[in-house]
């Protein structure tokens, strides 16, 4: 495991991941091939002690960093984190285009009847930033507490996705988490990351589900004020018919160019019939459905079913799945079969729960049912659709 504490070597400048599609806490990227989230003790304490059957089916733990608070000559905040002496090369950042793609986004999304304009100091702080470094560019509409962007989260109307070159909530996730680290702890104060690997850095056109999976969300550290919200969102929603609700996801239209974006609180808001819609367009490119892909999800969630079957103990509460495919054109091989990548990932155990973790007064017979439940129920949809049903 990689632990770097040094606050002696050249800070690395944290970016907003702009392919986060669910969650509440900010995932940042380090790297092209490398992300970064705050650290919650029983989320590490689950990749160090990762069952080996599953270490297929979850990131590549990557071991911890510190991250701090760094203020500009200016006064603007950004966050920075401690360069790992393993990463080999300078630290690369996205091209300018991505920043100069936000900036016309927040652009567009300010021009709507439903959004506050953001105010001058930050429209001029955006467009200097742009000669600066990208990731710069991406923290000055949320290094203020107060200073707020409405509309750069979708609504549940699904109102201007069209105009989106970038997913939204991975920057109302950063822009809530900056703003705490703002109001509750000094400069100074170091925090601690999880590095974890970037699933989706070698897909060109990333489309992704993220998934809420079991019948229950919340941990067994739950208050009762939270538990019971808990218990009324899964009541609400599939998670308690299916035992899986949509947290987010992205998917690219071919025929538009960009990226359609749905966040969590469209799915909440889903039938059984809407969720079935709602994957159906998961896998549909704006043109037909990629029925090439059916198969290959299908088979990985079967394998991932017997993997969770067999880890007794168990209770994946809160926990997220990610299925991830390439937007992009098939590709096809010299003797002209066709290459589809699909791949399934577990992510999120900060309320995973097992025999033998520390601090757990409350252990579990078997495997988890709620999880099982809804692996079962997404796999049968699955089939339905292939099926044309």
Not at 53 to 73: C, E, N
Not at 110 to 130: C, E, N
Request: glycine share 6%.
């Amino acid at each position: 495991m990689v632990v770097q504490n040094s606050m002696d070597t050249p800070g690395v400048p944290l970016e907003p991941f702009l392919h986060q599609v669910g969650g509440h806490l900010s995932v940042l990227k380090y790297d092209e091939y490398t992300v970064c989230k705050p650290l919650i003790s029983q989320e590490q304490r689950f990749y160090e002690s990762l069952p080996l059957a599953m270490k297929r089916f979850t990131p590549q733990y990557k071991g911890t960093i510190t991250v701090h608070l760094r203020k500009d000559s200016r006064g603007h905040l950004s966050l920075v984190a401690n360069p790992l002496k393993e990463v080999r090369g300078p630290f690369q950042v996205s091209t300018e285009s991505a920043a100069v793609a936000i900036w016309q986004t927040l652009q567009q999304t300010t021009s709507s009847s439903s959004a506050l304009p953001l105010p001058q100091w930050q429209q001029t702080q955006l467009a200097h930033s742009l000669k600066e470094s990208p990731a710069t560019a991406l923290l000055r509409s949320e290094l203020q507490p107060k200073a707020q962007v409405p509309s750069l989260v979708e609504d549940v109307n699904g109102n201007h996705t069209e105009r989106r070159s970038f997913n939204p909530w991975g920057l109302h996730c950063h822009q809530a988490h900056l703003s705490r680290l703002c109001a509750e702890y000094p400069e100074n104060k170091r925090h601690r990351f999880l590095l974890l690997e970037n699933v989706v850095s070698q897909y060109k056109h990333p489309c992704i589900l993220d998934l809420k999976m079991g019948t229950r969300q919340h941990g067994d550290d739950a208050s009762e004020e939270k538990k019971a919200r808990h218990m009324t969102k899964c009541a609400r929603s599939t998670s308690a018919c299916l035992g899986v609700r949509i947290c987010g996801m992205q998917v690219y239209q071919t025929d538009k160019k960009h990226f359609l974006f749905k966040d969590k609180y469209y799915g909440r808001k889903l039938s059984v019939e809407g969720f079935r819609q709602a994957l159906y367009q998961f896998l549909h490119d704006g043109t037909r459905l990629r029925m090439e892909l059916l198969e290959p999800i299908q088979h990985q969630l079967r394998a991932l079913l017997s993997v969770i079957r067999s880890q007794s103990s168990y209770r994946f509460y809160s926990s997220s799945l990610l299925i991830i495919y390439d937007g992009q054109e098939i590709l096809q091989t010299p003797h002209g079969s066709n290459v589809v990548k699909v791949d399934i990932r577990m992510i999120d155990f900060a309320h995973t729960t097992y025999k033998g973790s520390r601090n757990e007064h409350t252990t579990y017979d078997g495997p988890d049912p709620g999880y099982i439940f809804g692996l079962e129920n997404l796999i049968q949809i699955l089939q339905d659709i292939q099926e044309g049903e």
